[in-house]
Nanobody, 130 residues
Framework: QVQLVESGGGLVQTGASLRLSCAASGRAFSSRTMGWYRQAPGKEREVVAAISYSSANTYYADSVKGRFTIFRDNAKNTVYLQMNSLKPEDTAVYYC???????????????????????WGKGTLVTVSS
């Protein structure tokens, strides 16, 4: 069993930065793909970014490329999302997700039901005011 706890959300103004953290407990963190997803009010959940177990591969949604950076520290069982140049449309609840252990890196499926994400945190709210 894997438990994920997000932190770092808050209310910021347009153009500000935030860093989200996701602390994982349980087994095999270093063998799991990790991802950040978000869900805005009235919208479906979407993938924001993901990182492979070794950090060799990353994926970003087009809407956040160049502004957000995902990285992980396997020694600390933590994955981060650095968010810069925040926009009001980034307002959402951000969820951390972990894949099954040893899953194959499959960026094409990250935003689908075949994402391979098996564990989810409870989310942290990010609000960007204009």
């Amino acid at each position: 069993q894997v438990q994920l706890v997000e932190s770092g959300g808050g209310l910021v103004q347009t153009g500000a930065s935030l860093r989200l953290s996701c602390a994982a407990s349980g087994r095999a963190f270093s063998s799991r793909t990790m991802g950040w997803y978000r869900q805005a009010p009235g919208k479906e959940r979407e993938v924001v970014a993901a990182i492979s177990y070794s950090s060799a591969n990353t994926y970003y949604a087009d809407s956040v490329k160049g502004r957000f950076t995902i990285f992980r520290d396997n020694a600390k069982n933590t994955v981060y999302l650095q968010m810069n140049s925040l926009k009001p449309e980034d307002t959402a609840v951000y969820y951390c997700a972990a894949s099954t252990s040893g899953s194959t890196w499959s960026p094409l499926f990250l935003g689908t039901e075949k994402s391979g994400m098996a564990y989810w945190g409870k989310g942290t709210l990010v609000t960007v005011s204009s």
